[in-house]
């Protein structure tokens, strides 16, 4: 901890602020980095995922005093895009 004391997070941001988060479920990951997953897993993952990016866009607004844009959910499944 003594070697970190000085150590600080500056967030300072160009134009208006955005959160983006890339949501992805997988697994049975196989050797050459391809994995399954299901709709329900994907599901999972993006309502699991929704909180912690509400959250985050509620500190980055803290932090920086500022308006930030609504943020954008980057998701692979067409299934799930589409619903």
């Known amino acids: 901890m003594q070697q970190t004391e000085k150590c600080v ?6 134009k ?7 949501i992805d479920a997988s697994y049975v990951i196989h050797e050459d ?3 399954h997953t299901g709709l329900i897993a994907e599901l999972v993952a993006l309502s699991d995922s929704l909180c912690f990016v ?3 866009q509620d500190f980055l607004r803290f932090v920086t ?3 930030v844009d609504a943020s954008v959910i980057f998701q692979d499944n067409t299934s799930v895009i589409l619903m």
């Not at 997070?9 to 160009?14: A, C, G, I, N, V």
């Not at 208006?16 to 890339?22: K, S």
Request: glycine share 4%; hydrophobic share 35%; proline share 5%.
């Open 9 to 14: 997070l500056t967030l300072k941001p160009t």
């Open 16 to 22: 208006v602020a955005q959160v983006e988060a890339y």
């Open 33 to 35: 980095g391809k994995s």
């Open 54 to 56: 509400e959250l985050f």
């Open 65 to 67: 005093n500022s308006k």
